[in-house]
C-alpha cells in the first residue's frame, strides 16, 4: 500500500458510543451483513468481513469491522481503500479517516486522478460527524 491521505476530527463522546455511531450512520450503515450472498466471515482475531451494496448505487464493496481496535474499511473499485478508525482524546473520540491506494495495476495514476482527494475527504469527514453527532446528541 501506498502512503494514505489522513483527516480528523473529533466528536464529544466516548470511544464505544461513536464507534457504534460510526457502524449505525456511516458508510456501510444499512449494509446487510447476514444475507446468504454478503459472504460474512470472520477470522481468529473477530474482525467481521463481508461484501455488501453501499450507497444507493448499488456498488458492491468489501467491509471489514474490528471492533477490538474500533476500526471500519470499506474496500472497492480498483484501487479505493478507507479505514475509519475510533481513538480516545482529551475532549472524547478521535474519528481518524484515512484512504489508501490499494491498486495492484496502474497505482501511479491515483494520485494523478485524485487531485482534490483530500478536500472530498474533509468535507466527508465533517458531514460524517455531524451526523454522528447528531446521532448521539453531542457535539462534534
Known amino acids: ?8 476530527g473529533v466528536v464529544e463522546a466516548p470511544v464505544d458510543a461513536v464507534f457504534a455511531a460510526l457502524l449505525a450512520v456511516g458508510p456501510a450503515a444499512g449494509t446487510e451483513h447476514n444475507t446468504p450472498d454478503a459472504g460474512t466471515g ?29 476500526s471500519l474499511a470499506v474496500q472497492g473499485n480498483w484501487w479505493y481503500r478507507g479505514v475509519y478508525t475510533v481513538r480516545a482524546c482529551p475532549s472524547g473520540s478521535l474519528i481518524e479517516y484515512r484512504v489508501h491506494n490499494v491498486a495492484v495495476r496502474g497505482r501511479w495514476v491515483v494520485p494523478l486522478m485524485q487531485r482534490r482527494l483530500p478536500q472530498q475527504m474533509d468535507r466527508d469527514l465533517a458531514a460524517l460527524l455531524q451526523t454522528i453527532g447528531r446521532h448521539l446528541d453531542r457535539p462534534a
Open 1 to 8: 500500500m501506498s502512503r494514505p491521505w489522513l483527516t480528523t
Open 42 to 70: 470472520t477470522d481468529g482475531d473477530q474482525i467481521l468481513r463481508y461484501r455488501a451494496a453501499v450507497g444507493g448505487s448499488g456498488y458492491l464493496a468489501t467491509i471489514e469491522v474490528d471492533p477490538k481496535k474500533h
